[in-house]
């Protein structure tokens, strides 16, 4: 049974920074690539953040530069983190896994941790 368990969500204020974590078991974790998705309320879910299976890192524009996805294969997790966090930023945010790189249609999904930055 393949579970993607995120952690690290919160309230920060606008400026602060936060690191979130996915942790996946029940997967061959270094096939998979990784990704990041956000969804705010009233708005489409949207990935803000992947790394592919060779460990190259992409990133919507509204976050480059600000937030850093990572990966450690030997614990099965993956991290976002995020600084410079905007009111903007504001929303559940998805782990989730997918044997292609683009990370458009996941095979899996975490349940979600909740992210307010506040101004």
């Known amino acids: 049974q393949v579970q993607l368990v995120e952690s690290g969500g919160g309230l920060v204020q606008a400026g602060g920074s936060l690191r979130l974590s996915c942790a996946a078991s029940?997967?061959?974790?270094?096939?998979?690539?990784m990704g990041w998705y956000r969804q705010a309320p009233g708005k489409q879910r949207e990935l803000v953040a992947l790394s592919t299976m060779s460990y190259s890192p992409k990133y919507v524009d509204s976050v480059k530069g600000r937030f850093t996805i990572s990966r450690d294969d030997a614990k099965n997790t993956v991290y976002l983190q995020m600084s410079s966090l905007k009111p903007e930023d504001t929303a559940v945010y998805y782990c989730?896994?997918?044997?292609?790189?683009?990370?458009?249609?996941?095979?899996?999904w975490g349940q979600g941790t909740q992210v307010t930055v506040s101004s």
């Open positions: 029940g997967l061959t974790f270094r096939s998979y690539a």
């Open positions: 989730a896994a997918d044997l292609s790189d683009d990370v458009v249609d996941p095979l899996w």
